[in-house]
């Protein structure tokens, strides 16, 4: 079977480098991603450190790196994989997700 969400390499190192960079007494289990309502194409992606999985969480383990994934967001997300892109200008995670049918211009919402 194969994860609800992978990720590249590229975003499992990035992810390693943040719950290395929790602040002293944090320690976190890991990355939540979501969906929530908003932005110009009615859904946007949603990101939080996870101290613990939430009773309806699915985890994902993927190249050393738990993604907790809300169930709600479950239907939304499957099959996506999870990219970390940084440039000159700019850094941030993409999503390549097969269940969305539209982007809205700036990319930070989608639609299904």
């Known amino acids: ?14 992810i ?4 290395d960079q929790a602040p ?9 991603v979501g969906v ?5 194409s009615g859904l946007s992606y949603s990101l939080e450190y996870a ?4 009773p309806l969480d699915v985890v994902v ?3 050393g790196v738990k993604v907790f994934v809300d169930a ?3 239907m939304y997300l499957a099959g996506m994989e999870m990219d970390y892109y940084e440039n000159k200008f700019e850094s941030g995670f993409t999503f390549n997700n097969p269940n969305a049918t539209g982007h809205c211009g700036c990319g930070k919402s989608f639609k299904v």
């Open 36 to 40: 929530t309502a908003s932005g110009c």
């Open 61 to 63: 383990e993927d190249k």
């Open 16 to 19: 390693k480098g943040l719950m």
């Open 1 to 14: 079977m194969t994860n609800l969400i992978t990720l590249t390499d590229s975003a499992a190192e990035h």
């Open 51 to 54: 101290k613990e999985q939430s």
């Open 72 to 74: 709600r967001a479950q």
């Open 24 to 32: 002293e007494g944090e320690k976190f289990a890991g990355l939540r």
